[in-house]
């Protein structure tokens, strides 16, 4: 809002938080790869919630752009997710980790109800056999995934919504 209501420079408001955080701030820059190594064990779409990513660094010393480093329930939830020695903050705002991510969470989204419908149509030839000991695990494995999907993206879908309990019958 301060940026297209009252133009202020991503620059600006960075720095006053980083006043009031006493956290150094540190902006988007397109020259940044992400650490893959430590970004293996991490969703985009949770990151993205959370706000969130590690910009730089190792197992030994990480490098993590936050945008509220006062929140200590995110900092030890970062801490036993990473598990590394040493941890360095930086705040930042939100678009700019959006940014770090892909894009946001509509733009860059994890695949909708119709690309899961089309993958369970897809894996419908595949039949479980539950009386064979020796089926093929791939096989298995390949018309799970589907159902993986599909229980994901309801999950993803129901917290979107704000919903508290979800209900399956089945028919």
Known sequence: MLMDDYKLEPQEIGKSLELYYRVPWMGYDKNITLPIDLMENLGASYLRNNLWVPVAGSKEEVTILI???????????IQGILNARNYVFRVGLAEDILRYLGGTEEEDDTEGFDDVFKSLEAESGVELDDSKDDRDDAESAAAASGIIQLVNRIIIESDKLGGSDIHIEPG
């Open 67 to 77: 945008s509220d480093p006062s929140n200590y329930q995110r900092i030890m939830e």
